[in-house]
């Protein structure tokens, strides 16, 4: 499955995407308060990658995306980010 994205620079998350091209995704969303690539990496991450994703480097990527999302006041993302850090 992908996940297009407004960036230009990581236009879409799959399969192939890197912990670097998320942590971008993730800056950008939260630097232009895009809630529609806030959304889609949060799909992407919680439901379509698993805790191994980037050598278990999910878990960071999760903490960053739970703080992106506060700061656009996702709340409901925030926390089932933090949630899904604390299981896995």
């Given at each position: 499955?992908?996940h297009?994205?407004?960036?230009?620079?990581v236009g879409?998350?799959?399969?192939?995407?890197t912990a670097?091209?998320v942590?971008?995704?993730i800056?950008?969303?939260?630097?232009l308060?895009?809630?529609?690539?806030i959304?889609e990496i949060a799909?992407?991450?919680l439901?379509e990658v698993?805790?191994?994703?980037?050598?278990?480097?999910?878990?960071?990527?999760l903490?960053?995306?739970?703080?992106?999302?506060l700061?656009?006041?996702?709340h409901?993302?925030?926390?089932?980010?933090?949630t899904?850090?604390?299981?896995?």
């Amino acid at each position: 499955h992908e996940h297009k994205l407004h960036s230009q620079s990581v236009g879409k998350l799959d399969a192939s995407t890197t912990a670097d091209e998320v942590v971008k995704a993730i800056k950008r969303a939260q630097n232009l308060h895009d809630l529609h690539d806030i959304r889609e990496i949060a799909h992407f991450l919680l439901e379509e990658v698993g805790p191994n994703f980037a050598y278990g480097y999910r878990g960071s990527l999760l903490s960053r995306l739970a703080v992106a999302s506060l700061h656009l006041n996702n709340h409901d993302i925030a926390i089932r980010c933090i949630t899904e850090r604390r299981i896995n």
